[in-house]
């Protein structure tokens, strides 16, 4: 149970042995609210609008601004309990009990999407290829809004219908256990993003803005725009096809493997050959130019820049990307090889009030281009999107990893004292009461203070504590034990157990856990671990 997780993840990290789905325990979603969401104007302490580069402490935060935007959104939800879902309709999720779906596991998501930008509206066909992990005579999918045609199971068709965002199909014989088969989903309209209780400063999913169509679905939003296992426990591969009018740019996750243009529309095929989370599939729409730059290893890195830049913004921006392939190499070093085919980022002609990692091809709006996020999104390569969480109440092995090494990044990068900076960090979460991230709310998924700064003292109170070598060694094992698959608190910590010692844990623990901010990093150390 999320409630009883220090004391969980103790015994478990001391058994050395991970969680199952069975050890997830099930805690109701808090009441929804019926709250408008606020509109804020970025403040230099919360938004990355005003962020300037290191040494200053950081200010990453997510988002506190809704674009403008051509898309319609989803009422909020009505202030009524939340039902549990029937079974099979969820994957014991503890903040979000209806996203996925349990039964079969995905292996491959073939997304075949005809979009009409000026009308922002979607003709899909979305084939779910899954293996069965239980008899099935129902399968629930995903999916939020749009109008289903027709669906087909192994190519016959089915019987479906649609309750909250769940798409069920009844197949005309149960599927059985074991097999392998295929979901063939028909949809089409106007993608509405979704109101999700843990991003309550913007609606999320399918974003139209200023002639651009981009994707940023974390955690629920893919839901809107694709039918899925919602969930990022099940990862598969993907390959997305999009046709779009023939001057614009389509561009997904992975690979580019083919382009065609026939009476004016481009189709552009993308193919994602490691496994994918759903919140990290993307789709962007828009006039953009392809810039090419390679590690010294070889590995390709793509970066989208808007066409309409002047000759000066677009040197400046390429100048900011510059650094991409020094980042990749520094965490290659730490970790081990980046995970994928490919890297870059998307950069949207305007700001948005977050950056986003999509796998591959992370977004940004045009201030954020900073070392420090640019590194901070490209880490979320090894950690989010190899090992991603296995329940969103872990959204701290996320974000604590990526900032904290993004962090080490910048001082590599900048010749800063890694203790100095965290010295800044320390101070701004303590400022802001940074809750415990082990034991955040989903209202609290990214609260910047806790689930970003205390997550990232929490690994710099690990590594002052246990040293460079043992301190990267759990890091390396927790990413090869769970890479292309997903990890919870409990996996990490058990790694902490076995390789840092039981002080190491209790460390952990305090950071994670206890309400008041721990005082290890108190004292300015100038030895171990920097
Ligand atoms: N994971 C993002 C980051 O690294 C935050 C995303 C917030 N979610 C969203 N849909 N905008 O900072
Ligand atoms: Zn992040």
């Keep these: ?80 309990e939340e039902p549990a879902p029937p079974p099979g309709a969820g994957a014991g999720d503890s903040f979000y009990p209806w996203l996925g779906n349990s039964g079969y596991d995905v292996t491959h998501y073939d997304l075949v999407l005809e979009v009409d930008p000026e009308a922002n509206a979607i003709d899909g066909i979305t084939t779910v290829h899954a293996v069965s992990t239980a008899e099935l005579k129902t399968i629930y999918l995903d999916l939020s809004g749009l109008e289903v045609s027709a669906v087909k199971v192994d190519g016959v068709a089915a019987e479906f219908s649609r309750e909250r965002t769940e798409l069920i199909v009844q197949p005309t014989a149960p599927v059985p256990a074991g097999v392998g088969f295929t979901v063939e989903v028909a949809y089409s309209g106007v993608p509405e993003r979704i109101d999700d209780p843990g991003v309550p400063f913007v609606r999320i999913g399918w974003f139209n803005q200023d002639g651009v ?52 529309r481009r189709t552009a095929t993308w193919h994602t050959d490691d496994p994918m989370a759903t919140y990290l599939a993307a789709v962007y729409i828009g006039e953009f130019d392809r810039h090419e730059q390679e590690t010294r290893e070889g590995l390709l890195i793509r ?62 709006g045009n201030q954020t281009l900073i070392p420090l996020i640019i590194a901070h999104e490209l880490a979320h390569a090894w950690f989010g999107n190899s090992v991603s969480p296995g329940d969103w109440s872990d959204i701290w092995l996320n974000e604590g990893f990526a900032h904290y090494l993004a962090f080490l990044y910048l001082a590599d990068y900048g010749g800063h004292d890694i203790g100095a900076l965290m010295a800044g960090e320390l101070q701004a979460a303590r400022g802001a009461n940074a809750v415990p991230p082990g034991s955040v709310t989903v209202e609290q998924l990214f609260d910047f203070p806790s689930v970003y700064q205390r997550s990232t003292l929490t690994l710099h109170a690990l590594h002052r504590h246990l040293g460079d070598e043992t301190f990267f060694e759990i890091v390396r094992h927790h990413y090869r034990q769970s890479a292309g698959g997903s990890a919870t608190t409990p996996d990490f910590m058990a790694i902490v157990a076995h390789l840092g010692g039981p002080e190491a844990v209790a460390l952990l623990v305090s950071w994670l856990y206890s309400p008041e901010m721990p005082s290890t990093l108190d004292k300015p150390s100038s030895s171990s671990g920097e």
């Design 1 to 80: 149970m999320k409630t009883a997780v220090p004391a969980l993840a103790v015994a478990l990290a001391f058994s050395a042995c991970s969680t199952t789905d069975d050890e997830r325990g099930e805690t109701a979603l808090p009441p929804p609210t019926t709250a408008e969401v606020v509109v804020e104007t970025p403040t230099a302490a919360t938004s990355p609008l005003t962020t300037t580069a290191a040494p200053a402490p950081a200010t990453t935060a997510p988002a506190v601004t809704e674009p403008a935007t051509a898309s319609t959104t989803v009422a909020p939800p009505p202030a009524e």
């Design 303 to 364: 970066d989208y820049i808007p066409s309409s830049l002047t000759d000066e913004q677009r040197q400046a921006t390429l100048d900011a990307l510059s650094v991409t392939p020094g980042a990749i190499a520094f965490f290659e070093g730490l970790l081990g090889p980046y995970p994928f085919d490919a890297y870059g980022t998307l950069v949207l002609p305007f700001s948005i009030g977050f950056a986003m990692e999509n796998q591959t091809l992370s977004l940004h």
């Design 213 to 264: 169509i981009y994707t940023a679905n974390e955690p629920s939003g893919s839901m809107s725009w694709f039918p899925s296992n919602n969930h990022p426990s099940d990862k598969a591969t993907f390959t997305i096809s999009i046709t779009v009018p023939e001057h614009v740019t389509a561009a997904s996750n992975g690979l580019l493997v083919s382009e065609t243009v026939a009476s004016g």
